[in-house]
């Protein structure tokens, strides 16, 4: 078996078990480093990719996105990492490094070819998997790398409009939706210094909620709660893919405040430009994040000790961790670990 034969669990079809499929991955090229996957992360994106969900996946789907491993091979144009280096790789495997994003070092909104790495690329759920040396990111030496990888997409996603909204500890943040992204920005916000309301269909979960850092805990769903919240918050992160009462929501913001979308409902959001109008309020939205951006999100994380709460799985079997995820039980991300 060659060097650059990768073995990886595949879903052949939209929605098939996902199966062992091995694969030659042709010569490293120039920018490019390969990866030793040690842990992968499942991610609602990787169902959503594997169930050809957005039309656009390529079969065989290797999915997973949430990569923590070691480096194996360097492209000659790999800069500032080394062989046997821990890094993560995410959402993104490839940016064009031309484009005026790549450029200003937006690169998550690269224009110019832009490569997801489970989309027309082999993902994480895999013995190895490569990606442009840009995004393979540094692993602080003092942060968890079992627990470490749904920082690269849940907890980037989550924390970078932390950093664009110019959140500081004086604001209230709400978090919808306390899930896998969910849980991470409880944890982020509380770090940062923030007043947090994390508002849940599931009351079950309010003590552990308050243990991770919320400082209350509201139903996501009781529109008599939602209306005591009035002028509240700052910041509304929402990590759901149903469709809330936006308008409900709109009017807990306190002026200049911002509704962010994380998630993915697949109705138009209802929304009167009159709740926007009167508290000069913004409806905004962003994908995961840029190299630096996930550099600064590792290094905070590690500094304030910062670990998702994970539920281990071996990478052998995936299917079954695939069907825990589906069971809405997960508390909050599933980690998949390489036993190939
Ligand atoms: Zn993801
Ligand atoms: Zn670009």
Not at 39 to 63: E, F, K, Q, R
Not at 132 to 148: N, T
Not at 185 to 201: D, H, N, P, Q, R
Not at 228 to 255: E, H, I, M
């Amino acid at each position: 078996m060659s060097n650059n034969t990768i073995q990886a669990y595949a879903a052949m079809s939209a929605g098939a078990l996902l199966e062992p499929y091995q694969f030659d991955a042709g010569e490293l090229q120039p920018h490019q480093v390969e990866v030793k996957v040690e842990y992968c992360g499942l991610c609602h994106s990787d169902i959503s990719v594997l169930n050809n969900d957005w039309g656009s996946s390529v079969y065989p789907v290797v999915a997973g996105h949430e990569i923590i491993g070691t480096i194996t091979q360097l492209g000659s144009e790999a800069k500032g990492l080394q062989i046997g280096q821990r890094v993560g790789i995410g959402w993104t495997a490839e940016s064009c490094q031309h484009c005026d994003p790549c450029i200003s070092g937006q690169q998550v909104l690269c224009t110019g070819g832009q490569v997801a790495t489970i989309v027309g690329h082999a993902g994480g759920f895999a013995d190895k998997v490569r990606a442009g040396w840009q995004w393979a990111i540094p692993l602080p030496e003092d942060l968890d790398p079992e627990s470490a990888g749904p920082l690269l997409c849940g907890g980037i996603t989550v924390f970078d409009p932390i950093l664009k909204h110019q959140i500081q500890a004086i604001h209230h943040v709400g978090v919808i939706g306390i899930g896998g992204l969910g849980h991470m920005a409880i944890k982020l916000l509380k770090a940062w210094g923030c007043e947090i309301t994390a508002f849940t269909s599931n009351l079950d979960k309010t003590d552990e909620l308050k243990a991770m850092g919320a400082d209350h805990v509201v139903n996501s769903r009781d529109p008599a709660a939602i209306k005591t919240l009035r002028g509240k918050f700052d910041l509304l992160l929402s990590t759901v893919n149903v469709t809330l009462d936006w308008q409900a929501y709109l009017a807990t913001l306190a002026p200049n405040g911002t509704v962010h979308m994380l998630g993915l409902p697949l109705e138009p959001m209802q929304i009167s430009a009159g709740s926007l109008i009167g508290g000069a309020k913004s409806v905004t939205g962003s994908p995961t994040g840029s190299p630096a951006a996930l550099r600064q999100l590792l290094k905070f994380a590690a500094r304030k000790n910062i670990a998702p709460q994970i539920e281990l799985f071996p990478m052998s079997e995936i299917n079954a961790a695939i069907e825990r995820l589906h069971s809405g039980q997960a508390r909050y991300r599933i980690v998949l670990k390489a036993d190939f």
